[in-house]
C-alpha cells in the first residue's frame, strides 16, 4: 500500500510499504477515506534529521473498517469510524478518567510502532476503546468537521477545559492555526463572553471572526500584550489558549492572563523548560494542559457538528490526493494553507 513517510526536514516522500494488517486481536484494519496534515507534522518537518529508514507520519483520520481481531467486540467490518490521535483501551484508571491520552496500554499514531494515518490503510490497535463510529454515510457533507474530532477540534476544546472557560469570561486564543481557529469555538461554546484572537494572518483571522472571536490582536510580543490589557480594562483575560508551543507564545499568553486566571496549553512544546514563570507566580496563574484526550470529547462535540451548531470543518482549506500530500505539508509550512485534507 502507499503512504507517507518523512526522511527528514522538508522530505516527505509517498511510499510503497508493507500492508497494514491485523497483528493483536484487538486490532482493526482500516481503510482510510479522509486524513489530514497536522500543526504538530509541521515541528519534524523542519527539523527532523535524515533517517534511512524514516518516520510514518498521521494521525488524523476517517475511515472504514476492514476487518477486526478476534477479540473486537464492539466495532464492526463496514462502520465509518473516526480515530483519535492516540489508542487507548478505554478502560484503564487513566481512560475512565477521561485521560486517554495517559491510557496504561495506549500510545500514539504516527511514530513507528504503529503506522501513519496519511496512508491507504491503517491499524488500529485497541479499536473497541480507541474508534468511535459515525452516525453519517462515507461521503456526507459534514466529513470535514468530523474529521477536526480526530484531533483539532477536541484540542482546542481541550485547552478551553484547561483554561477554565466559562459562562460570561474573558478569553484570549495565542496562535491563529486550525487548533487556535478551534479553540475560538471551543471558547464560544463554553459561553465566553469577549474572545480576543492573538494572530496576524488576515484570512484566518477574519474566520475567527466568522467562528465567535470578538476582538483581533495582530501586534506581537510587548506590543501585543500591551493591546490585550487594553482590551480587557488593564486587567488581563480570564482564559488563555496557548495553541502555538513556542517561548514566545508562553510568554505572551502568562503575561495576557490576569491574576487568577488560567493558560491552556495545547501546542506541543519546542522547548525543555517553561518560561514565564515569575509572572504565573506572581499572579496566581494555573498553567495547565497537555495532549488532548480527544477520544473522551467526541460524544460531546459531536452533536452539535450534527446539528450545525459548530463548523471546524472550515478550517480546512486545501483537499489533496496522497500523491500531493508532499506538497500539502510544504503548503502549510509556507503558511499558504490553514489546514490540509487529504483523500487517499
Ligand atoms: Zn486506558
Known sequence: MRATVMFGAGDVRIEAIADARIIEPTDALVVVSRACICGSDLWPYKVMEHSDTGRPMGHEAIGIVESVGADVRTIKVGDLVVMPFAYSDGTCVFCSEGLHTSCIH???FGTGE???AQAEALRVPLADGTLFVLPVGKDDVLMPSLLTLSDVMGTGH???IAAKVGPGKTVAIVGDGAVGLCGVIAARRLGAEQIIILGRHPDRTALAKDFGATDVVSE???EGIQ????LTDGLGVHSVLE???????MLTAISI???GGAVGRVGVPQNETMTGSEAAFYNNITVSGGPAPVRAYIAEL???ILEGRIEPGRVFDRVVRLDEVPDGYRAMNDREAIKVMVEP
Open 158 to 160: 481541550h485547552a478551553a
Open 220 to 222: 506581537r510580543g510587548d
Open 243 to 249: 495553541c502555538v508551543g513556542l517561548e514566545q507564545s
Open 114 to 116: 504503529v503506522g501513519g
Open 302 to 304: 459531536l452533536p452539535d
Open 227 to 230: 493591546r490585550v490589557r487594553e
Open 106 to 108: 495506549g500510545g500514539f
Open 257 to 259: 492572563a490576569r491574576p
